[in-house]
């Protein structure tokens, strides 16, 4: 029989776990090296860019109407995102139905397709009815901008608004049933309260992936300058032009766009952008 | 009186069958078994939480299997508490009130009486994050009592505090809900509470209930 005093180990030298060190300098120099990229990228844009190619950009009234277009239409988009992300959400978050697995594959469509597809798509989808019936007031108009904006950066802010009411416990909405709330009131008083900061991450979310578009928007409303230009075809022209400085000079625009988007976020208390 | 009779309830691989109870009228009721055995589900099953799949659920002469949480007259407290993170301790107080239309004059006194007699008249501009575990598990069970519920239902409503404030809350059970007419079904695990509390103990193991006195 084992005696309890077999397990004492007397005569082995102590064991030593070894360093830390290369773990967390390996984990250092890997993280480093792709935010100093990141910051590098940014830099040599503005590096690139004299103050008279950022100020003839900005005074071409070409670029003053893409600037305008982009913030109408990412702030329209938006909306109609998060109008249509939160209902879905909360359904994909807190119900089972048959399809659901279903309807969560088809929610991934939007970001997995190639932006191009995306716009190809919708191009054939304004072929049939009833779709068609609007197709001359939206194909190639300023409709179909924000609808192209909208389908992808719908997708993404249905996503972070299902992750949000997921990590809002159920506890809360069955004390409100309990205290005599319908699901509804439940919805409005006691969850979309507690949904504020999933609700801002996913309209940053959705406006920064608007503001970015360009596949879907060349090829669903073309890229006409002065009616559906946005900056992103505005840096596509300028490329065609060969004039690679305007190009960097509407870059450096988005920048500024994204940075402010990035800024407002965090003090807003987001930690973080996407979910 | 709560009255469960051959409840059935099938949830994903879980499943509860044949699960009936009776708990007179005025009586404190414990429910006790190890996790995972349906507890809760028996509990929200009460309150209208869970959809069932068969049986039928009585309060007093009522069959309740049909209507919703909020017409069962059932007050219930969940583990932590689940306070409303973004409203004043006073209007957790005032949530049902309010929801019922009540006259703002009569809400303010209802608030008043129940933060004096859960000793949280202090606390009443009071946001949850900045109240003490006991402190919360005193408004949760105010704001269960607001609507003057028959039937109290609590999922271990003591459990997540510590041993003081676990007596503190445990005295203020017995002074507020012990021997006010109100029927109360209660979870726990702790055998004080079953020793203490209980007119009638449930023990749930292996899908079947089996009553003690």
């Not at chain 2, 900045?130 to 459990?159: F, H, K, M, N």
């Amino acid at each position: 029989m084992q005696s309890a005093d077999d397990n004492v180990v007397t005569d082995l030298p102590r064991f030593r776990p070894g360093s830390d060190k290369p773990f967390i300098v390996g984990l250092s120099i890997l993280s480093g090296t792709y935010a100093v990229i990141i910051v590098a990228m940014i830099v040599a844009d503005i590096a690139y860019v004299d103050a008279d190619s950022m100020l003839s950009a900005l005074r071409s009234k070409e670029i003053q109407y893409s600037i305008g277009l982009s913030l109408l239409s990412c702030s329209l988009s938006t909306l109609l995102s998060l109008w249509v992300a939160i209902p879905l959400g909360y359904l994909t978050s807190r119900f089972d139905f048959p399809g659901k697995r279903l309807l969560d594959t088809v929610l991934d469509i939007p970001i997995v397709l190639p932006p191009l597809v995306i716009g190809i798509s919708l191009l054939a989808l304004f072929n049939f009815a009833p779709f068609s019936w609007t197709s001359q007031w939206v194909v190639f108009e300023i409709p179909a901008v924000i609808i192209a904006q909208f389908m992808v950066a719908c997708a993404f802010a249905a996503r972070a608004m299902r992750i949000s009411f997921d990590q809002i416990p159920t506890r809360y909405e069955k004390v409100a049933l309990t205290l005599g709330c319908n699901r509804g009131k439940a919805f409005w008083l006691v969850v979309m309260p507690q949904a504020k900061r999933g609700i801002l991450a996913a309209g940053t979310l959705a406006w920064a992936r608007s503001l970015g578009e360009f596949g879907p928007i060349l090829v669903f409303a073309g890229s006409t300058r002065m009616r559906t230009e946005v900056l992103p075809t505005s840096v596509y022209l300028e490329m065609q032009a060969g004039n690679l400085k305007g190009m960097l000079a509407i870059s450096l625009i988005m920048i500024l766009a994204a940075a402010a988007v990035l800024v407002t976020s965090r003090l807003m208390g987001m930690k973080r952008l996407a979910p | 009186m709560i009255s469960v009779e051959k409840l059935q309830v099938r949830q994903g691989e879980f499943s509860l069958s044949d699960i009936s109870l009776k708990l007179p009228e005025g009586e404190y009721g414990v429910i006790v078994g190890r996790s995972g055995c349906g507890k809760t589900t028996l509990l929200e099953a009460v309150c209208g939480l869970r959809p069932i799949d068969g049986g039928r659920i009585c309060l007093g002469s009522e069959d309740v299997t049909t209507l919703k949480p909020g017409e069962r007259g059932v007050g219930y407290v969940p583990q932590d508490g689940a306070l409303f993170p973004h409203l004043s301790v006073a209007r957790q107080l005032a949530f049902a009130l309010v929801l019922r239309k009540a006259e703002p004059k009569h809400i303010q006194e209802r608030v008043e009486e129940l933060a004096e007699r859960l000793g949280v008249s202090h606390l009443l501009d009071r946001m949850p994050d900045s109240l003490s575990g006991g402190e919360r598990q005193r408004v949760a069970l105010g704001r269960a009592l607001s609507i003057r519920p028959r039937y109290l239902c609590l999922d271990e409503p003591l459990s997540a505090l510590d041993e003081e404030t676990h007596d503190e809350i445990y005295d203020l059970l017995v002074q507020t809900v012990k021997g006010t007419g109100v029927t109360v079904l209660h979870i726990t695990h702790n055998k004080r509470e079953v020793e203490n509390l209980a007119d009638v103990v449930f023990r749930m193991a292996d899908n079947e209930l089996s009553c003690e006195r």
